[in-house]
């Protein structure tokens, strides 16, 4: 299951206010790992979305303790659940390859995200947080991505933030020769940014960051100089670009800020690029005559205005990525049934022995081939027969008649629940304890 919010379905403002930081991922997956319903979590966040990708035998109580997460701890009211979305089965599978093949990214097929998708993943196995099946979809993502990249010309036509940045500065300036760039941070996205900027004529950098260390050595790589905090306005004043991405929680510059900069500079053109999540830009800055300020939605329309000629590049890898998820999708469903089949096989050895040692008492003694030979004809019928069922579960195509099959298996030789087979699993106990808990949380839809 996969349930998030992105850039098509929330506006920045909101994507802000549910946008979990790197090292806050570590404490919620913690929190999340344990919540009722939830087998398996993977938390992935950035500019562009917050998805929390989840195993769960039980999918409705899964998305009650994720509804139950986010109205705790982000306030989320019943009103904006709207804006997320709740996808299953081969829906999340094929969201999961969407997103790590870039086809769901702000600009189509940004390569950061195949780097992000990867730190998730990690931070989930730290923690323990990520299972055999998530750890299984997630690298057949990785994988489709490699291949749509290879199979496609998705990364020639692909614009990532960073470029999107620069396009919009040469579209604003004509020539960036000469101009002069101010970093605010030294995150991947700003040095990205200002390497772009100076190899297409942009004459210095200057880098600020709460660690001088960071900033003198990004300035270093970067051919320009650092300053210190306190140099911040000094440096607006004579800057013709500011690229801001500092991850800091509270803004950096205000409207009222920004008025007295415009004024200093007597309303000379400042372009304020703010690709940073939280913002730290203050949004009505851009209200500020001579500023210029482009925060991620802005960026994003500026490259959707281009977007046509990736339309046939995009069609040819959702082909790719929707029969990936298919086939990953029948393989779960396959490997789902192997505890039924398991404990089934286990019941009929049971069963023939059972008969086989009172056959034996009745008729016997036998020679020791005769008792060779009853052996081996009892493993063959149980052969037979789960051999006989087990490709019957396997090859049902639907994950609904495939789980009613294995009801009635389950019935009829009276197996124990194959839930029990599953890592993860809880005890009835521990279920009941949840769900008494649970009882004041808010409901989520019913899938």
Not at 1 to 7: A, P, S, Y
Request: charged share 25%; hydrophobic share 40%.
């Amino acid at each position: 299951m996969v349930i998030g919010l992105n850039h098509r379905t929330a506006p920045l403002a909101m994507r802000e206010r549910f946008w979990i930081s790197e090292n806050r991922r570590y404490e919620v997956l913690q929190q999340l790992k344990s919540a009722e319903g939830i087998e398996e979590i993977v938390v992935l966040s950035t500019c562009c979305r917050t998805e929390f990708l989840v195993w769960a035998s039980e999918p409705t109580l899964a998305a009650n303790s994720l509804l139950h997460f986010l109205s705790t701890d982000h306030g989320l009211k019943l009103s904006e659940w709207e804006h997320f979305y709740r996808l299953l089965d081969e829906c999340a599978l094929t969201q999961i390859f969407r997103v790590t093949s870039g086809l769901d990214s702000l600009v189509l097929g940004e390569p950061e995200i195949v780097s992000q998708v990867k730190v998730a993943w990690e931070q989930a196995r730290t923690v323990g947080a990520a299972g055999h099946f998530l750890n299984a979809a997630l690298e057949k993502a990785l994988s489709v991505s490699k291949q749509v990249r290879h199979e496609t010309t998705i990364g020639k036509v692909s614009v990532s933030i960073p470029m999107a940045a620069l396009d919009l500065a040469r579209h604003i300036f004509g020539s960036l020769e000469g101009r002069k760039v101010l970093l605010l941070g030294t995150g991947k996205m700003s040095e990205l940014s200002a390497r772009y900027m100076v190899e297409n004529g942009a004459q210095s950098v200057m880098v600020i960051d709460q660690s001088p260390a960071r900033a003198s050595e990004l300035a270093e790589k970067l051919g320009g100089t650092a300053a210190t905090l306190a140099d911040r306005w000094k440096c607006m004043l004579r800057a013709d670009i500011v690229i801001s991405a500092t991850g800091c929680p509270h803004v950096v510059l205000t409207r009222e800020e920004a008025e007295r900069i415009a004024v200093e500079r007597n309303r000379v053109a400042l372009v304020i690029l703010d690709i940073g999540m939280p913002r730290d830009v203050e949004p009505d800055v851009r209200r500020v005559d001579g500023i210029l300020l482009y925060d991620l939605e802005g960026l994003e329309r500026a490259v959707n205005s281009n977007a046509a000629e990736r339309t046939a590049v995009a069609a040819e890898v959702e082909k790719i990525v929707a029969a990936e998820a298919q086939a990953f999708r029948g393989k779960l469903q396959a490997e789902s049934v192997v505890p039924t089949i398991v404990a089934l096989r286990h019941r009929l050895d049971q069963i023939c022995r059972q008969e086989l040692e009172s056959f034996i008492e009745e008729r016997g003694p036998f020679t020791r081939e005769q008792d060779q030979s009853l052996h081996a004809i009892t493993a063959q019928v149980i052969q037979k027969i789960a051999s006989s069922l087990a490709r019957e579960l396997k090859d049902l195509p639907e994950k609904e008649e495939q789980e009613q099959m294995t009801a009635a298996v389950t019935r009829l030789f009276h197996l124990e629940s194959p839930k029990q087979a599953f890592a993860g699993t809880r005890s009835e106990k521990a279920n009941e304890r949840s769900k008494e808990r649970s009882k004041d949380r808010p409901v989520a839809i019913n899938y």
